[in-house]
């Protein structure tokens, strides 16, 4: 089984940085796209960034150029650091792997917890 835990959530204000956190365990034999996620006060999930295997990252159209997302290949553990947050950001921050465990031709989908962030004066 994965696991995926997130961190660096919290509150902000207007204007300010965070770094979330993914930490991946679990038996894995290949790790193939992993994403960021959030879900906003009465709206649905929606994508914020994701990154392939082999590096290429693409965000939402909301980001504008303010978050960037990395992996760390040697831990398996995946980054989104955040700029120029606004209020619109305030969601819960999911974090997503696409991962395969005992046949690494055949990946699941996994998910996290979820971290708060919360953007405020």
């Known amino acids: 089984q994965v696991q995926l835990t997130e961190s660096g959530g919290g509150l902000v204000q207007p204007g300010g940085s965070l770094r979330l956190s993914c930490t991946t365990s679990g038996r894995i034999s290949r790790l193939y796209t992993m994403s960021w996620y959030r879900r906003a006060p009465g709206k649905q999930r929606e994508s914020v960034a994701v990154i392939s295997a082999d590096g290429h990252a693409n965000y939402a159209d909301f980001v504008n150029g303010r978050f960037s997302i990395s992996r760390d290949r040697a831990t398996n553990t995946l980054y989104l650091q955040m700029y120029d947050l606004k209020p619109e950001d305030t969601a819960v921050y999911y974090c997503?792997?696409?991962?395969?465990?005992?046949?690494?031709?055949?990946?699941?989908?996994?998910w996290g917890q979820g971290t708060q962030v919360t953007v405020s004066s």
């Open positions: 997503n792997s696409w991962s395969a465990t005992d046949d690494p031709d055949t990946p699941q989908s996994y």
